[in-house]
Every structure is written in C-alpha cells, then in structure tokens.
C-alpha cells in the first residue's frame, strides 16, 4: 500500500461544477499537509496548506480528518483555468520525509 | 524577486556522460531537495539538505550526486551510473524546520534527455 494514495482521475467536470477530492494516508505521525496544483509539464506550485480545523482560500476548501487519516480538495465554481493535477503532499516530523501522492487530474469542460 | 532557478530548461545527454543540473534560491530558505518526476508518478526524492555542508539521501540516490557548499546552491549530478535518467527533474526549496509547516516551493525544472 502506497503512504500516500489518490484517485489519479480524470475527474472530468462542467465549468462551474463543485468537485472533490480525498486523499488518504497511512502513517499516523504525519504532521503537516498541502495540496499543489501542477499544470502540464511545470513545476508543481503551493494551493493551500491544510489546518487542522479545515481553511478555505476564495473557492478552494481543505479539511483534514486524521481520525480517518484523509484530506480533501473542494472546489467550488469551477473555472477551465482550474484544470490541472492536484497533488497531496504529506510531511512527516523532519524535514526530510516528504511523500508526494500521484496526483489527481482534473479537467474542466466548458 | 526572490525564487528558484534551474537550468538548463532542457538538457540532452549522451548515454555514459555525467551531467550537472543548478538549482539556486535567493529566499534564504535552509533545506533543499531535488526530486524525480516520470510521466503520471508522482515526485520521488533523490537528495535532500537540510543546511550547508550537509546532504543525506533521498529514496532514489543510487546514480546521483549533489553538493551543498553554499546557502543558495545544491547542483545535482546526474551519473553514467544512474540507469534510466531520462526524467523531468525538480528542485525546490523550504525554510526547514524553523517553520511551522515548512512548504516546500519548486524551481520549473530541468527535463533530461538520454539520447
């Protein structure tokens, strides 16, 4: 079993559709979490950090369940620009254990 | 504007060459890595340093080398002896252990062609 797993999609969807994704993960002393978004052969950039009570960013929410040992991508009115892999990253408590999940591939239809 | 270069953009190689990629960051960030990217995987860590002077090894080193003799540089070397190196390759960067949650920001990456 990998530590970190994704649906690697595609979630196909209508612009201005809400999607989600979980993202779980295996270790229990795992201590920060992020979702990246990665454009088509670029480098993967920071979405959002994941608080332990949940945060959103304008239509962007991340919640964090570590009783279940999941987080979760929303994204609410979905723009064609939002079309991208979305990649959960999961740090352990030093520096060096970073485990990147596959991606989930996202395409938004117009 | 403070970020994280890398270069080449691309790179070709001959198979039995070694070849040296840069990554420089001007954020003062501590930790560095490098990682590995092969279509639809996710990134695999080769080499990570968490200070200047001081490098350990990721999941995937065997073929690989890297220095760390300043802040803002962590070259990496790709070896005849890595088998498959064709590969698009990431360095990023982070403030280390004196943040919080210590996201890591990436350069756009050097894709390497064996030919």
């Known amino acids: 079993r990998k530590e970190v797993e994704q649906d690697p999609g595609p979630f196909n969807v209508p612009e201005g559709a809400t999607v989600a994704f979980n993202c779980t993960y295996s270790?229990?002393?795992?201590?920060?979490f992020f979702w990246y978004r990665q454009d088509c052969r670029k480098e993967p950039k920071l979405l959002m950090s994941v608080y332990s009570s949940g945060n959103e960013d304008g239509r962007f929410t991340a919640q964090l369940n570590r009783a279940s040992q999941y987080i979760s991508l929303l994204i609410r009115d979905s723009k064609l620009s939002d079309s991208a892999t979305y990649l959960c990253v999961v740090r352990y408590s030093s520096a060096s254990k970073i485990i990147f999940g596959s991606g989930t591939r996202l395409s938004i239809r117009p | 504007d403070g970020g994280i270069t890398q270069s080449p953009k691309y790179l070709f190689r001959k198979e039995g060459q070694n070849v040296t990629l840069s990554c420089e960051q001007n954020?003062?960030?501590?930790?560095m890595y490098w990682y590995r990217q092969d279509p639809g995987q996710g990134l695999r860590l080769i080499y990570y340093s968490q200070i200047v002077n001081d490098f350990q090894k990721g999941d995937i080193a065997e073929g690989y080398s890297v220095s760390r003799e300043k802040k803002e540089s962590f070259p990496l070397t790709v070896t005849s002896a890595q088998k498959n190196p064709t590969a698009f390759y990431l360095c990023a960067s982070s403030i280390g252990d004196r943040g919080r949650y210590n996201e890591q920001f990436f350069g756009p990456g050097t894709r390497l062609t064996v030919l």
């Open positions: 270790n229990s002393a795992s201590q920060s």
């Open positions: 954020l003062n960030h501590d930790a």
